[in-house]
C-alpha cells in the first residue's frame, strides 16, 4: 500500500497538467508552494474556439451560485486551477498582474476545482494576498467537464459574446509577451 501512495504523490507532483487525478486531491501546503518554478508556457489550442460558454452553475466568492453566462457582454478570461496544482500556483500571481492591468478591458475569473473548497482556498489567498483575484469556487468540477478541459491550469478567453476564443493549457506567465499578444489580438 504504500509504494501506491508514493507512486501517486510523484504523480501529482510531477505535473497537474496531465488531467483529472483519479484520486483524492492532496492537501496544497503538502506538494506545491507559490515558490515553485514557473511550468513552460502553455500550449494555445483553438479546437474549441466558436463554443458557447457553458451555463452550468458553480459557487461565486458570496457563497451564492454563479455562471459564466452572468458575465457575458465584455470579455471574460476564465482560469481552471487548484492549490495542489504547482503549474497553477506559480502563474496565480501573474494573472492577479494581469486583472489588476486590464480591469477596464477584460473580466478576469479564477475558479477553484479544489473538493475542499474555501477550506483550502481561502488560506491560500489570505497568504498570497493578491490585490485583484476574487476566488470562485466548482467543487464538483463541472466547469471542468463543461469545457471539456482534462487538465490544470487551463484558461479559456471569451469574447463579449460568449463564444471561445482559444484556451492555454498549461501555465504561462500572463505578464510576459507571449500573453500580451495573444490578448491584443483577442481583444482589438
Known amino acids: 500500500m504504500r509504494p501506491l501512495i508514493v507512486l501517486l504523490l510523484a504523480l501529482a507532483v510531477a505535473g497537474c497538467d496531465r488531467g483529472k487525478p483519479e484520486t483524492p486531491q492532496p ?7 507559490a515558490d515553485t518554478p514557473a511550468a513552460p508556457a502553455g500550449k494555445v489550442d483553438l479546437s474549441h474556439a466558436g463554443e458557447a460558454m457553458p451555463a452550468v452553475p458553480f459557487t461565486g466568492p458570496d457563497g451564492a451560485p454563479a455562471t459564466l453566462t452572468r458575465f457575458r457582454g465584455k470579455p471574460l478570461l476564465v482560469n481552471l486551477w487548484a492549490t495542489w496544482c504547482a503549474p497553477c500556483l506559480a502563474e496565480m500571481p501573474t494573472l492577479d498582474a494581469l486583472a489588476a492591468r486590464e480591469q477596464g478591458r477584460l473580466q478576469l475569473m479564477v ?6 473548497g474555501k477550506r483550502e482556498v481561502d488560506p491560500y ?5 493578491f490585490k485583484a483575484l476574487i ?4 467543487k464538483q468540477n463541472v ?7 482534462d487538465t490544470l491550469p487551463v484558461t479559456i ?9 482559444w484556451r492555454v493549457v498549461g501555465g504561462m506567465d500572463w505578464t510576459g509577451a507571449e ?9 482589438s
Request: glycine share 4%; no cysteine; aromatic share 6%.
Open 27 to 33: 492537501a496544497a501546503n503538502t506538494l506545491a508552494t
Open 111 to 116: 475558479v477553484s476545482q479544489d473538493l475542499a
Open 125 to 129: 489567498f489570505a497568504k498570497e494576498k
Open 135 to 138: 476566488p470562485y469556487l466548482d
Open 143 to 149: 466547469l471542468m467537464e463543461a469545457t471539456k478541459a
Open 157 to 165: 478567453l471569451y469574447g463579449a459574446d460568449g463564444k471561445e476564443r
Open 179 to 187: 500573453a500580451k499578444a495573444l490578448l491584443d489580438k483577442a481583444l
